[in-house]
């Protein structure tokens, strides 16, 4: 919080809001040092740390927000919104706040794309062997990606990773004309795949291609998996055209890019220029979890929205800061189906799935599939329970998948020019807990909630 405090100041706003942020967090924090734990962590205690981490980290990153007169349990909603890289929000007049607080909202996305655990991991030493609980917990994907044998090591590497592009991102929005606050703050959000942004009208308030090719680049980068860049730097520079998912995540954008140009160039007439434009960016922005927009496609034909709609259910790759479900695990379960109608044909068969020339064990198989069944049921339920709460059936499906896939925009009262206030208190807790649950992959949260996890 004294990173937005500097911001603040530089812009001669009142500090005391960040202030009292500041001390309100470090005496909580403080205090709960007072507190001797276990410091052999298990499985059990490493989720329960970071589930409860990034909900603590949304209510006390929650308190600068009241001091602009938003209601607690928007500001909850705004700040878990940041941490979880969702980009949805509820702020009527973005442009009305003030500087540093709309720098704090788009800084907190930029924490937790990353992992804020993560975080801690890299640069706190005294975690130990516990921080491989801590980065299981959190990383996102089906499996864990070592880099290096010591965990610390890769959390550090990752990091490392994620500032220098930030920084290559930075200069090149400034070259292509952003002023410095807004290349910062759409820096934070685009790397994370938080998709905020300072002005109303979104990344459309440039009025600017070339800012949109400059941001679509970096959502690209930021929804592919880190590890691998490291992998091209240090090990072998082809790593990233022999990678199965990176294929498919790059496969999957470029040909919803295409169909989507046809679409708007045929059914809405737009110029060709415009319709590659607009298809390149809102297709990669929604299929990596980013929610920029740079134009209203809430108003596009329905031929145009199915389109969009059906990239948020895949997300981007595992290991990067993207939501949704993930291009490895839509991979793995488009391969278990044509195995299993394969093998309803020869019964008798063995065929092992593959990935990346490797046999994946049927443990993970197993993950994933109930990851996918659990992944549905909180969407299908987000989606009912708001619909009771009187919402209409379009909004509450689309906020209900745009938040537990931490992808920002959906479609009527929610679309990319409009925001989440007009949804009931009780719908804005369902959908902080959508964000929640989707952020940490499912698991790590539910699994709080079983009689099993209490009483092992």
């Known amino acids: 919080m004294l990173v937005p405090l500097l911001v603040a100041f530089y812009y001669r706003e009142p500090l005391v809001p960040f202030i009292v942020s500041f001390f309100i967090t470090l005496i909580s924090g403080l205090l709960l040092m007072r507190f001797k734990g276990r410091e052999d962590w298990q499985q059990k205690e490493a989720l329960s740390i970071v589930a409860l981490s990034w909900l603590a980290a949304a209510v006390f990153g929650a308190i600068p927000f009241l001091f602009e007169g938003v209601s607690f349990i928007d500001a909850v909603f705004e700040t878990m919104s940041g941490f979880t890289s969702t980009g949805s929000s ?36 005294k975690l130990g062997v516990a921080g491989r609980q801590l980065f299981r917990a959190e990383a996102p994907g089906p499996t864990e990606d070592k880099l290096k044998p010591r965990i610390r090591e890769t959390a550090r590497i990752l990091w490392t990773l994620y ?14 004309g952003m002023s410095l606050y807004d290349a910062l703050n759409h820096t934070f959000a685009c790397m994370a795949c938080g998709g905020f942004s300072t002005y109303n009208a979104g990344i459309e308030a440039f009025h600017s291609p070339v800012i949109e ?22 090990v072998n520079k082809f790593v990233l055209f022999r990678d199965e998912e990176f294929k498919a995540y790059s496969f999957y954008i470029l040909g919803f890019t295409g169909l989507l140009t046809l679409v ?14 607009y298809a390149i960016f809102q297709i990669t922005s ?45 991979m793995l379960m488009l391969k278990y189906a044509r195995r299993e109608l394969f093998k309803f044909v ?43 709460l009187g919402v209409d059936m379009v909004s509450s499906a689309t906020a209900s998948i745009t938040t537990l896939g931490n992808i920002g925009p959906g479609f009527n009262i929610v679309g990319p020019m409009a925001n989440f206030e007009s949804i009931p208190s009780l719908g804005k807790i369902i959908l902080i807990s959508n964000m929640w649950v989707g952020r940490l992959e499912v698991y790590t949260v539910l699994v709080l909630f079983t009689r099993e996890f209490w009483h092992s």
């Open 213 to 234: 090719f400059i941001l679509t680049f970096f959502m690209f980068v930021a929804g592919a998996n880190f590890a691998l860049y490291y992998r091209v730097i240090r």
């Open 286 to 330: 929604i299929m990596t979890a980013t929610g920029f927009a740079s134009t209203d496609f809430n108003r596009w034909k329905d031929s145009a929205k199915i389109l969009v709609l059906s990239v948020m259910f895949i997300g981007g790759c595992a290991g990067s800061t993207g939501g949704g479900m993930k291009v490895v695990r839509f």
């Open 346 to 388: 020869h019964p008798r068969v063995v065929k092992p799935i593959r990935f990346n020339n490797k046999a994946v064990p049927d443990d993970i198989l197993q993950s994933i599939l109930s990851f996918v069944v659990l992944y549905i049921g909180v969407f299908v339920v987000g989606t009912v329970l708001l619909t009771l």
């Open 90 to 125: 509820i702020l009527v007049n973005i442009e009305s706040y003030s500087r540093g607080l709309l720098f704090w909202r788009s800084f907190t996305a930029w924490l937790g794309g990353m992992g804020i655990i993560v975080l801690f991991i890299a640069v706190l030493p």
């Open 163 to 176: 500032v220098l592009i930030s920084a290559l991102e930075v200069v090149a929005l400034v070259l292509g």
């Open 264 to 277: 708007l160039f045929k059914d809405m007439g737009f110029s060709p220029f415009n319709s590659f434009r």
